[in-house]
């Protein structure tokens, strides 16, 4: 079902708090506002419309390298690193701040050059405020432990700040996983040089705004925009980076990783999935359905945690696909400016060409096409919209079963018993989520406990929250973000040991 385009969004008011410099948007690098120094410059598309949304500056490596010197110095001869703690989350509590006052304009942002549904925006500005809130908090509390170690020793641990991070992200949700990596590396006393992907760079950059009107120390927070393969590529490789946290598809973390081995950097890394919601016949049916289509059509599928595999016990198939492809089909998709909007737009046209490569393999590999599974036209048809799709009658080695399709595609698995469900829930390299349906509790957690997975949910699908890790096993990743884990991934351990009885050792004869 479609909704109608809204054109009446003015881009300039959405836009009035981002800056300009000769006609384009600029980088903020060392508390400064500059465009890239060769002059090029790249064009965002609204996905709703094909049309230019802005120009903003595209940053080379030696754009990336500024940024990345700037934040160097910022770390070793800045006051962050050396501000108190409560200082630190005094200014983290007015950007949280800054971000609600600001609200509105984030949400048209991410929407504007997102493509989501405003809804889907207001709660991505919703938790990056309190994102930054949580870590403010978090910063004055106590991180070290004290060990009971041989006299005369007294032995304890302080948490300090790794350094430089670098931080890059993608465009899935814009703000929102900026903010995920700003809020504890701050928190935590590091600086960092964030790379926004190169679609989405807007809500990062009014982001940025808001450090320089708080007045941050210069250079403790850039944000670079450009392309991956250059400016991301410099950042993971550069020698004077000390960390780099990314966000984004398991071949691009493989080829970070790889780079990050220059200085042999710590890394931590958010991949891609291919998460399993399961489903048991004593599961509540209404229920179950609503969440199988929350799970996978929420963000038009552009979720790494979304429920793209669902697997349903055999004796509920045929009534649960029936109503699930009753509902989808109602879906109102269309321009998330507009508010009956359910379900915006797929990123680009190339995404959007990648996903229904993934369609025709589906259909060529013999699964069957129960519905969606096409461009959409008619008053959509300048923006980069599918259908909401669903495969049934798959084989677990099919591609659109094993693969990350990264849209608005589910492909339904059958399964006989609990042991059957768990080994096929765990059947890919992925392991970011997955989900249980049951009215039972006991099996529930069985299977939750079997399932290799970092983030679970029973009777419920994609609930994420700032105060609880996040993070993958297996292919989608390692590290966690949010939550304490979230603040520790940005800390070195020191391990600091006293001697009580200051006496010389006499180890060696004098
Ligand atoms: P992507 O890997 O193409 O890009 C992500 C970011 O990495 C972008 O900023 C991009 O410019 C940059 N990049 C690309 N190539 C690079 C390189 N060689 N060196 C350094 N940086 C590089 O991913 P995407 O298409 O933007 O996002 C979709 C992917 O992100 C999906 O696989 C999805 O599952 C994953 N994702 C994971 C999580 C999570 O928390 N696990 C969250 C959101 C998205």
């Known amino acids: 079902m479609q909704t109608m385009p809204t054109s009446t969004v003015d881009i300039d008011d959405v836009l009035r708090n981002v800056p300009r410099l000769e006609g384009a948007i600029p980088m903020y690098v060392d508390g400064a506002w500059r465009l890239a120094r060769d002059g090029a ?4 598309i609204n ?13 080379a490596e030696s754009d990336a390298e500024l940024a990345i010197r700037a934040a160097r110095k910022a770390f070793d001869e800045g006051p962050w690193g050396s501000m108190s703690a409560a200082d630190r989350a005094a200014m983290l509590f007015k950007v949280a701040d800054a971000i609600d006052a600001h609200r509105d304009e984030f949400v048209s942002i991410d929407t504007l050059n997102n493509g989501k549904p405003l809804r889907e925006c207001e709660y991505d500005a919703v938790d990056a405020a309190n994102c930054f809130r949580y870590y403010a908090g978090y910063a004055t509390k106590p991180h070290g432990q004290t060990f009971d170690v041989p006299a005369p020793s007294q032995t304890f641990t302080v948490r300090e700040p790794i350094g430089v991070c670098g931080q890059i992200v993608p465009w899935n949700y814009p703000l929102l996983m900026a ?6 590396a ?9 790379k926004p992907a190169e ?7 009014r982001l940025a705004k808001i450090f320089e009107e708080l007045e941050f120390p210069k250079g403790v927070v850039n944000v670079v925009t450009g392309a991956g393969a250059t400016v991301g590529h410099a950042i993971a490789e550069s020698l004077l980076v000390d960390k780099i946290a990314f966000t984004g598809g398991t071949k691009t973390g493989r080829s970070i990783m790889h780079a990050a081995t220059s200085n042999l950097k710590k890394v931590s890394l958010e991949l891609g999935g291919k998460s399993p919601n399961v489903v048991f016949a004593d599961a509540d049916f209404d229920t179950a359905v609503d969440y199988a289509l929350f799970g996978i059509y929420a963000n038009a599928g552009q979720v790494c ?4 595999r669902l697997l349903l016990q055999e004796s509920l198939h045929d009534r649960f696909v029936e109503r699930l492809v009753e509902r989808a089909k ?7 400016f507009d508010p009956n909007t359910e379900m915006g737009p797929i990123i680009s046209p190339v995404h959007r060409e990648r996903v229904e490569a993934y369609i025709k393999i589906g259909i060529d590999e013999g699964a069957t096409l129960r519905c969606g599974g096409k461009r959409m036209g008619g008053a959509l048809a300048a923006g980069n919209f599918i259908e909401p799709t669903i495969f049934d009658d798959t084989t677990p ?13 589910l492909v339904v698995q059958t399964f006989g018993d609990e042991a059957g469900a768990i080994s096929m829930a765990n059947d890919t390299v992925y392991g970011l989520a997955g989900a249980v349906f049951t009215q039972d509790v006991a099996k529930a957690h069985r299977v939750i406990r079997k399932l290799r997975a970092g983030i679970t949910w029973v009777n419920t699908y994609h609930p994420t929250y700032n105060e609880a890790p996040w993070g993958g096993y297996k292919q989608s990743g390692f590290g966690r973000e949010l939550g304490t884990y979230g603040y520790d991934a940005y800390t070195e351990v020191k391990q600091i040991n006293v001697n009580l009885d200051v006496q010389p050792s006499g180890w060696f004869g004098d």
């Open 179 to 184: 903010v995920w990596k700003l809020a504890p």
């Open 330 to 336: 109602k879906i109102r998709v269309g321009d998330g």
């Open 397 to 409: 080695s099919m591609r659109i079963v094993q693969e990350e399709i990264f849209g608005p595609v």
């Open 47 to 59: 996905p709703a419309n094909g049309e230019r949304i802005a120009t903003v500056a595209e940053a």
């Open 41 to 44: 410059t790249r064009d965002l």
């Open 199 to 205: 679609l989405t760079p807007l809500s990062a950059l």
């Open 305 to 308: 945690s979304a429920g793209s």
């Open 186 to 194: 701050l928190a935590a006393g590091n600086v960092c040089v964030l």
